[in-house]
């Protein structure tokens, strides 16, 4: 289930990030990320009124979720800011590679990590190295590294969110947890763009994409967390990585992004190297 629960992840968040794409060259990125958390809070709602399940929380539990939202809206501000500038088969690739995050953490943690992981992991940084090297030759070097690093940071942000937000799960309640993340992700969007002193305003023509993405990212993190709740967890953060891959084929056939085979063989070892390490 947990696996299922990743590639349904994976699917709804390679389409909110073409999405991500297309919007972040139209309108300013914080509003337009404020108001995709936002609706998707309100969208959730319902749901979690009708579940309920808030007696079950803990005081440790809402730190997680604390925790795990306030590191989504930060890593999702640089998902932004790397789709704004970086291509999609620059970006997504670097992004996807976070289980790297979670295998460095298990190791640092005292979990016992296999000769075979090792390689898979080295594999992955190469891949990643090669994806960047290419995309240099056509892109100017300041522009890359500024992607390459807001990806490095969105990807290990999004590992830290999903193991806090499925340690909140086993510590307390699957929906009540996820609102909370939400909450506290837009809440962390909004301070910054107070903080800015920038006006909550974004291109009215692009209100319908981000209600629609407001419904996949929701559906995408909700899918993640829920999986704190079955046997492997970790399986469904893997698969959901898998949306990298996803997003770099839609940028392809969608967004008519130009890809060579050396660019199509480094996302596949990007790739090959993160499916070993859900095994």
């Known amino acids: 289930m ?23 060259q139209k309108t300013r990125i914080l509003p337009a990320l404020l108001t995709v958390l936002v609706a998707g809070t309100v969208m959730l709602l319902p749901v979690t009124a009708y579940q309920g399940g808030y007696a079950e929380m803990t005081d440790g539990s809402f730190a997680l979720a604390a925790v795990s939202g306030v590191v ?12 704004r500038i970086g291509p999609v088969r620059l970006v997504a ?21 296999s000769v075979w992981q090792w390689l898979a992991v080295i594999v992955v940084v190469l891949g990643v190295a090669l994806v960047a090297a290419l995309s240099d030759s056509e892109e100017t070097h300041g522009e890359t590294m500024r992607a390459v690093m807001l990806s490095v940071i969105a990807g290990a942000g999004f590992a830290i969110t999903f193991a806090a937000s ?20 837009a809440a962390t969007i909004g301070a910054i763009l ?4 920038e006006a909550w305003y974004f291109d009215r023509t692009v209100l319908l994409l981000l209600l629609a993405m407001a419904c996949l990212d929701a559906t995408a993190l909700a899918s993640v967390t829920s999986a704190g709740t079955f046997p492997h967890p970790e399986f469904a953060s893997v698969a959901s990585s898998l949306f990298g891959l996803l997003t770099v ?22 790739f090959c190297g993160i499916g070993y390490l859900g095994i």
């Open 249 to 270: 084929v839609l940028a392809w056939l969608i967004l008519k992004e130009p890809m060579s085979r050396a660019q199509w063989g480094a996302v596949v070892m990007v």
């Open 72 to 83: 989504f809206g930060l890593a999702s501000l640089s998902l932004y800011g790397a789709f």
């Open 166 to 185: 499925q340690a909140a799960v086993r510590h307390g309640a699957e929906m009540p947890v996820i609102l909370s993340s939400r909450v506290f992700a």
């Open 2 to 24: 947990s696996l299922l629960l990743g590639l349904i992840a994976a699917c709804a968040w390679a389409l909110h990030d073409i999405c991500v794409r297309g919007v972040s």
């Open 93 to 113: 690739p670097v992004i996807g590679a976070y289980p790297v995050v979670s295998v460095g953490w298990a190791a640092v943690s005292g979990a016992s990590i």
């Open 194 to 197: 107070i903080l800015r002193r």
